[in-house]
T-cell receptor
């Protein structure tokens, strides 16, 4: 079993829909990261969380440490949000990032 | 330029040749990371530097891979006797501190071994 699991693997939605991507992990962590990778493009760090909730524009990230679960939400989704969204955790035993497999999001106009 | 930069952006090399990939982290960031992403695969951790030292080299896939960092800044990833399976995008990231610091990624170097 992977230490970081994301769901869904693929998600297609219409413009304007509310999007939720989930991440569960099975190890002790010091931080959880949400990253975005556009096709053929680089990787951008969206959020780093160790507790609670963060909001940036239309993006919201939450984490429940007790349940070892995080969600990334996108409100009023737009075709430019189409990308792969990656959840990664920093293990509290060392510095290493453990990556989820990513969620490929397609927003149709 | 305040971001992480990498060079070259693309490198095509013949099997068996050595290559050097360079990463310039954000000024003042003490931690530097190398990852690679093979076609259709997720990100694979290679090595982490805190200052000039690499506490953990276990992610390097073979002894053909080595990395160094000098002056707490620029890092070079060297691949000797390249093989076709080394073809990937090599990504560098830096963070203010190691461990829990938010990582900022460079644009990557696309390596193709023919």
């Amino acid at each position: 079993k992977n230490e970081v699991e994301q769901s869904p693997q693929n998600l297609t939605a219409q413009e304007g829909e509310f999007i939720t991507i989930n991440c569960s992990y099975s190890v002790g962590i010091s931080a959880l990261h949400w990253l975005q990778q556009h096709p053929g493009g680089g990787i951008v760090s969206l959020f780093m969380l160790s507790s609670g909730k963060k909001k940036h524009g239309r993006l919201i990230a939450t984490i429940n440490i007790q349940e070892k679960h995080s969600s990334l939400h996108i409100t009023a989704s737009h075709p430019r949000d189409s990308a792969v969204y990656i959840c990664a955790v920093t293990k509290d035993s060392n510095y290493q990032l453990i990556w989820g497999a990513g969620t490929k999001l397609i927003i149709k106009p | 330029g305040a971001g992480v930069s990498q060079s070259p952006s693309n490198k095509v090399t013949e099997k068996g040749k050595d290559v050097e990939l360079r990463c310039d982290p954000i000024s003042g960031h003490t931690a530097l990371y190398w990852y690679r992403q093979s076609l259709g695969q997720g990100l694979e951790f290679l090595i982490y530097f805190q200052g000039n030292s690499a506490p953990d080299k276990s992610g390097l896939p073979s002894d053909r891979f080595s990395a160094e960092r000098t002056g707490g800044s620029v890092s070079t990833l060297t691949i000797q006797r390249t093989q076709q399976e080394d073809s990937a995008v090599y990504l560098c990231a830096s963070s203010l501190w190691g461990g829990i610091g938010e990582q900022y990624f460079g644009p990557g170097t696309r390596l193709t071994v023919t």
